[in-house]
């Protein structure tokens, strides 16, 4: 008796299952990077961990799992032919189920990053009362699909256990058109989010060599826009899925890892500035010298700080890096400022900040560089641990109030 062997019009022992695990971890180092960069910043030099930092933390979490399941998904023939699976008897049940446990930690990653965006945008955006309806109004309807969509996905099939065990009864939404339908909408609230700061940073009143910089870093968004574009027609899979999910994974967790790097980049100005001291302007300012304790401080916390100029107009000086950003809306800007100062004394007195208050800008607003931090003192550091003497010059913005 002799039996037959099937033919392919190729080779059943290929394998990609190397792509897959070098994509993955590829991708979650530079996100990996990104967060630990943002945590750092964030939690320990400006001490203002707040609601978007955690969200980013989570939203690389559960891209770390995701891409967790993809990798180890190797072992059940993920980047192996069908045909190839069939024969070592590899159980295609396991192979499903890190495949469904996948699609559902993508979206909760997907949605946790969205997030992310949004609340940033509240926390140094949120200023003004239009700014503020808007992130609202995008926050609902960007968080109210992004829940609909994981919700669809995990009970995508009834009951749940059928996505890897088809002999049971129950029903399945079929696969498409519900992903193309999950991937344009994902696309379209994608194009909200990262359209939604760019009017009001074209507001700010900075330089406009800094306002193109910040307008750049955040448009970085529409990378990850390109990437779910083109995730879209890796989505159709073949008969062969254990061979042709490869890309579609791939792609899904660069765009999570993309999307989550964005998110963390505005934050790292400040540990940039530590890192790379060029990014400073340097000079010098013979009146009042400050001591910058830290940059970046939120809305939420804020202090007023003057200073007189040669002509004994009152000024408001504050530090783009602490302000983060300024909104302009119409004739009145109000802004709110963390500044901690050092009236000329060698000693830092770190219960020597300012009450936290408001400080209304009139029209009269303008940019300048050059001034001087730190009390100049032979001593390098005192003894709380602060550094004396030395001399960090950086953008200010001047305000004139007209009486």
């Not at 030099?45 to 180890?72: C, E, H, N, P």
């Not at 009146?287 to 009152?314: C, H, I, M, P, W």
Request: aromatic share 10%.
């Amino acid at each position: 008796m002799s039996t037959t062997t099937p033919e392919y019009d190729y080779d059943i022992y290929d394998s990609r299952s190397g792509v897959a695990i070098a994509a993955v971890s590829a991708c979650l180092s530079v996100a990996f990077t990104a967060v630990a960069l943002r945590v750092y910043t964030r939690a320990v030099m400006i001490r203002q961990f707040g609601a978007d930092d955690w969200a980013a933390v989570v939203a690389y979490l559960l891209a770390l799992a995701s891409g967790l399941f993809v990798a180890t998904n190797v072992m059940f023939g993920h980047g192996k032919h069908l045909a190839y699976v069939i024969q070592e008897g590899i159980p295609l049940w396991k192979y499903f189920r890190h495949f469904y446990i996948s699609i559902v930690l993508y979206n909760g990653s997907l949605t946790a990053t969205k997030l992310t965006f949004l609340l940033q945008y509240y926390r140094i955006l949120g200023g003004t009362g239009r700014m503020r309806k808007a992130v609202i109004v995008a926050f609902v309807i960007v968080g109210l699909w992004s829940v609909s969509q994981l919700l669809v996905v995990i009970f995508t099939c009834s009951p749940i256990e059928k996505f890897w065990n088809s002999d049971l009864p129950g029903t399945c939404i079929p696969n498409l058109p519900f992903w193309y339908i999950n991937a344009a909408g994902n696309i379209v609230t994608d194009i909200i989010v990262f359209l939604l700061p760019l009017p009001s940073l074209t507001r700010l009143n900075l330089r406009k060599g800094q306002k193109l910089g910040l307008i750049g870093v955040f448009s970085l968004g529409f990378f990850t826009c390109a990437i779910s574009v083109i995730r879209i027609q890796y989505l159709k899979l073949s008969t062969d899925v254990t061979w042709d999910n490869v890309p579609s994974s791939c792609w899904s967790i660069g765009e999570l890892c993309s999307g989550i790097t964005c998110a963390c980049l505005p934050t790292l100005r400040p540990l940039l500035a530590k890192v790379i001291p060029g990014m400073s302007i340097h000079s010098q300012s013979s009146q009042q010298k400050y001591y910058r304790r830290s940059t970046g401080r939120d809305f939420s916390n804020a202090s007023r700080l003057k200073s007189t100029d040669e002509n004994g107009s009152s000024r408001g000086i504050m530090y783009p890096e602490d302000l983060e950003m300024q909104s302009d809306n119409g004739s009145d800007k109000e802004i709110r400022i963390a500044v901690n100062r050092q009236d000329g004394s060698s000693n830092f007195n770190k219960d020597s900040s300012r009450s936290l208050d408001k400080l209304r800008l009139g029209l009269n607003t303008t940019v300048k560089t050059e001034i001087k931090v730190g009390t100049p003192t032979h001593g390098a550091w005192s003894q709380d641990g602060y550094p004396r003497g030395i001399e960090v010059k950086r953008d200010f913005i001047t305000t004139t109030r007209e009486s």
